[in-house]
């Protein structure tokens, strides 16, 4: 019935263009649809958080998703049944696979065991669900309802990989960014005073033929909201792909198309070329494919709540209002060496995220308004 309804309102708005081929309402939390991941690699960008199934971090009710980030010492340890306690950090023994009898990272020795006496525990937990070998598509309409999470250094995003990778490594296979915020609900630009935390949201492609020729800014757009944030308000986020071009909504309003103009108003056109110059000799990871790709293949969902990192999201340059106070980052984004507590063994090491001053952030995570909380997700293809 439930399914019926939802196809007749489609109808009605859209004039009977798409049919429905895949949802979550989020009655309960489907396995058949979705997949934790387990790993402590930080995504690529060096952040802070361990991601588990732990169900403090990831669970459903009233038909909502909540992805909700936590302190690692306050969860439970599997293996005691105690919460892991601040003592882990520094001479603790993370295993996931033992302790969750899962690690999905590809490289499970590095980013699935960690060693206090090597400082790099990250000190929070959260979840990232994936689609991955159950759900995929490759041209349609997809809508998501969320609302994204408060709370200081967090970096909540709905987003996109591809299921087999045809064209290589990130990004030459492409990464599709949905939305992607910040949770300060006062971050500023030191400089220009802008607003870039929960006031602002984020729609990209990744793509490029190496990991250090990512063109993604030529594929970027981003939008303010002061009256009804991202973060305290549900938003509707929809993408619609096709052989031609990708365009992103949000709450009904065209924002981005890649390429733009489309490809069927264009003359010629290529990703490859679109990203010119390129470093001399780099060779071209989509020659003879169409010229949509990268983004003409299948793509699986992942929904996450990332704390910090220094891949460069979160920027140095700003001011972040605190508890009667205004302090800067309290980390940048020129660290190379991702330790998270401060040992007198290794003196020379920052210590990420101020965990030490942790009291100056925390306090900004406030429950379940630290979640991200979703709604819904549909995906229709034409009709």
Request: aromatic share 14%; glycine share 8%; net charge negative.
């Amino acid at each position: 019935m439930k399914f019926l309804l939802v196809f007749a309102l489609l109808g009605a708005a859209l004039g009977q263009e798409w049919n429905l081929i895949w949802e979550d309402e989020f009655d309960s939390l489907d396995e058949e649809k979705w997949e934790h991941e387990v790993t402590a690699w930080g995504g690529g960008n060096g952040e802070f958080q361990v991601y588990t199934p732990d169900p403090e971090n990831s669970y459903v009710r009233d038909g909502l998703l909540f992805i909700k980030p936590s302190l690692l010492p306050e969860n439970i340890n599997p293996a005691t049944g105690e919460p892991f306690g601040e003592d882990f950090l520094t001479n603790g023994h993370l295993d996931l696979e033992e302790l969750y009898g899962n690690c999905t990272d590809a490289d499970p020795e590095t980013n699935c065991i960690r060693h206090g006496s090597e400082a790099n525990i990250p000190p929070t937990m959260s979840a990232r669900l994936r689609t991955y070998q159950r759900f995929a598509f490759g041209q349609g309409r997809a809508e998501l309802r969320a609302k994204m999470p408060r709370g200081d250094w967090l970096w909540p995003a709905m987003w996109m990989l591809p299921e087999d990778w045809a064209y290589g490594d990130w990004p030459m296979s492409g990464e599709i960014d949905i939305v992607e915020t910040m949770g300060n609900e006062d971050l500023k630009f030191t400089d220009s005073g802008e607003d870039t935390g929960i006031q602002k949201m984020g729609s990209t492609t990744h793509w490029g033929p190496s990991f250090d020729q990512n063109r993604y800014y030529l594929t970027l757009t981003d939008r303010l909201n002061y009256t009804h944030d991202f973060a305290n308000y549900f938003h509707d986020y929809v993408i619609e792909w096709d052989e031609n071009s990708i365009r992103w909504y949000l709450d009904d309003e065209f924002i981005l198309s890649v390429p733009d103009p489309p490809v069927n108003e264009q003359e010629e056109f290529s990703f490859y070329d679109l990203g010119a110059p390129w470093s001399e000799g780099t060779a071209n990871p989509w020659e003879g494919a169409s010229p949509m790709a990268p983004f003409d293949q299948d793509f699986h969902f992942l929904l996450n709540v990332a704390v910090g990192g220094i891949g460069g999201y979160i920027p140095d340059d700003v001011i972040n209002r605190g508890d009667n106070e205004l302090y800067g980052k309290p980390w940048n984004n020129t660290q190379t060496q991702v330790t998270y507590t401060c040992l007198p063994r290794l003196p020379n090491v920052l210590c990420l995220l101020g965990w030490d001053a942790r009291d100056r952030w925390l306090w900004t995570w406030e429950g379940e308004d630290a979640a991200m909380q979703v709604d819904y997700i549909r995906v229709y293809e034409r009709a």
